[in-house]
């Protein structure tokens, strides 16, 4: 089962060729997909050969093939974990019973729109990144990113047959939608607002793919959690190849760091700036810019939705069937600070109601630790600064704290003490944007980024992630 088939016009491990109608949609759907990637996919290297990872089983160890692909040529498909017939759903009101392999008809609605919600963000990234490799640091970089789009393809891939193997009419309407919307469009704009934001530097591309991918990571780990089985076993699948995307976001940054410190040591006055690195206020700016964006993806702090899916086995917690033995979740609260009257209060609220912030709250540690990494990083250089994440609080727009200010250590504060500048400032963009210069030399990298301590799959750092020779 675990075994992909590449015969197929579209590769599977879900015996497509058995089922015709839905073989048939999708190979309809199929063009289109191929018409959006060449139209607002990467339109930089788009037929050149780049060193890729294709997915050839979804086993654990040994799962993915690398090679040189041209991007058009990539094997786009359906890949699930395998079903285990034992599982049961793992949260909520009817955890211990057997999971869902089709959708319960009082929950069909609220499911597609999950899913469409989820689907969404996969290509609108694609999107926002499309001219990010004309100004590519290096060939390992690009090759990372390319890699990372692939896949965001591949993430449609998974969620567009979801909706057409189990929505009917409704499931296929809405896979054309997902084609439909782009990312920072006036008039149809992807649906989450991070999904809109202009990525066109490198510095935000690796904030980006740390804390909005990473985000991604969480939202499909509670999906990972549900109690309908396709969901669950699609959304294992893509976590696998989503942790390559973390790394990418997680080393880039720590790269731009360290060379950060390297270049404070030997510039004039200390100033990265000055030989054409960037400085450590500038990038602590995007770290709080991407970090607060990325929360709000995680919806509000006190939800009867978030509720709602936790009851009816919708959504798990993170790790629900590993780290919780008591998946009821009822009869305890989680502390969530509001504000009220002026001043921050700590509120007890039900768990259940709570959910989003648990997978908040889950999410930042996590993010916590990375910053911990880089901040190694920096004392590796001999620096005794370090970054720091602001608070949740921060720079919110959605949940409880959009309507008021907050300083980055979380403190409640008047319009008149906000400051702008701890976020980038219009010079701040146009100074990184003027670094933004295409290193395309086998084994060169872009002065404001260290070169990474090892290649993709044990090639060396020097190789030629992008054939050069057209
Ligand atoms: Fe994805
Ligand atoms: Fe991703």
Known sequence: MSHIDYD???PNNVDLGHDRRLKRALEKWQPAYL???????????????????TAISTDAGGWANFGYVKMPDYRWGIFLDDRDDARVIPGGDYAGQPVWQEVPGE???????????QADTEPASVEQQRYLAATAPSLYDARNLLQVNVEEGRHLWAMVY?????????????????LARRAGDADKPRILDAFNQPCTDWLTFHCFTCFTDRDGKYQLGALAESAFDPLSRTCRFMLTEEAHHLFVGESGLERIIRRSAQLSRTAPNGDPRAVGGIDLPTIQKYIN??????????????STNAADYFASGLKGRWRESQDYTDHGALGQ??????????????????????????????????????VRRWNKALSDEGLDVQVSLPSTRFFRRQGIYADHHFDPAGELIDQATWDAAWLPTDSDRAYVQSLMKPVLEIG??????APPKRGIHGQPVDFEYVRTDG
């Open 162 to 178: 979801l909706l057409h193997a189990y929505f009917g009419r409704d499931g296929r309407d809405e896979a054309d939608e997902l």
């Open 289 to 302: 810019y991407w970090f607060a964006y990325s929360l709000d993806l995680f919806g509000s702090e006190v």
């Open 444 to 449: 060169k990298f872009a002065n404001y980024i």
């Open 35 to 53: 018409d959006w990637w060449r139209s607002v996919g990467p339109q930089v290297f788009m037929d050149r050969e780049v060193y890729l990872r």
């Open 333 to 370: 609260q989680r502390t969530v600070a509001h504000v009220e009257n002026g001043a921050l209060v700590d509120r007890a609220v039900p768990l259940r109601k709570a959910m989003n912030e648990s997978l908040r709250q889950d999410y930042a540690s996590d993010c916590q630790r990375v």
């Open 107 to 117: 929950h069909r609605n609220v499911l597609k729109r999950i899913i469409v919600i």
């Open 8 to 10: 197929e016009r579209i």
